[in-house]
């Protein structure tokens, strides 16, 4: 085993398949309401899709690069822990967008 990996007991991870591995972006957890009210990230509320970065793609991932960004529903999650870091593993067809600097397509929107 390498030293820098025997010293720190992290291993490094590869995403199988059409796996993503997600990091949920900071301003989607607790949030604030047009009045001011403080809405917790645990509030249940109407499916509202979240956007994360992706941090991981499997080889058979076609339309993400590690480092977009990427929309989700909650309810297609599957949450782990990688090296003290909360994170979520996703399959390619559970995204329903993905926002980066090379996508040439536009829709006119922009993040």
Do not use: C
């Not at 025997?6 to 972006?25: E, F, N, Q, S, Y």
């Not at 690069?65 to 067809?93: A, N, T, W, Y």
């Amino acid at each position: 085993m390498p030293e820098n990996i025997a010293a720190t007991g992290k291993l490094p991870i590869k995403m199988l398949h059409d796996r993503i591995l997600v990091a949920l972006r900071k301003e989607d957890g607790d949030r604030r309401s047009s009045g001011g009210i403080l809405i917790p990230a645990t509030a249940q509320v109407a499916k509202r899709l979240v956007w994360g970065e992706a941090k991981g793609v499997g080889p058979n991932v076609r339309q993400i690069k590690i480092g977009d960004q990427v929309l989700f529903s909650p309810e297609d999650q599957h949450e782990v822990e990688v090296h003290g870091e909360d994170l979520i593993i996703l399959r390619e067809r559970d995204v329903h967008a993905v926002a980066a600097e090379r996508i040439e397509e536009s829709t006119g929107l922009y993040l």
